[in-house]
């Protein structure tokens, strides 16, 4: 059975419709990503690339991962915060350039960027990052990453 796609844009070659997930009968649509390789986002014209532990571009879409926190690089509260941010978006880079991944649907946040859960056989790469000290869960008690 072919399904439609969600809004996310993105090109047929890069998609292919997964199995449908728990959550699709409450609406959400998951989808396969495969064969992109992504770096540090660089200047303005962003298309694939990852902007910090959290947010990253695919096709030109923003996403952000809706679940986890990681400390800023932009506008980090201290030098500790912005090493840490450092380090959790090149290992979230790592993550993401390891394979296939599904981004399962989950909204639109206040700055229009697209909220989506990235997970590799069943596991959630955000899971990866809080394990490893890099990331918070989302919703959880805010860790003050400058102590």
């Known amino acids: 059975m072919i399904r439609a796609l969600s809004t996310l844009a993105l090109p047929a070659l890069l998609l292919m419709p997964s199995a449908p997930a728990a959550g699709e009968r409450d609406g959400q649509v998951s989808e396969q990503v495969e064969g992109v390789t992504f770096a540090k986002c660089e200047g303005r014209g962003r298309v694939t690339c990852v902007v910090d532990g959290d947010t990253f571009w695919l096709n030109g879409t923003k996403i952000r ?17 912005r090493a840490l941010g450092e380090r959790a978006t090149v ?4 993550l993401l350039n390891e394979g296939g991944f599904t981004l399962s649907s989950s ?3 206040r700055y229009g960027r697209e909220l989506r859960v990235v997970e590799r056989d069943g596991a959630s790469v955000g899971a990866a990052l809080v ?7 989302w919703g959880g008690p805010r860790i003050a990453w400058c102590g």
């Not at 991962?65 to 915060?81: K, N």
């Not at 394990?131 to 869960?137: H, K, S, V």
């Open 65 to 81: 991962v809706a679940d986890i926190d990681t400390p800023e690089v932009s506008r980090p509260g201290c030098a500790a915060e």
């Open 131 to 137: 394990r490893e000290g890099l990331a918070e869960e």
């Open 107 to 109: 909204g639109q946040d």
């Open 91 to 94: 290992r979230f880079t790592a």
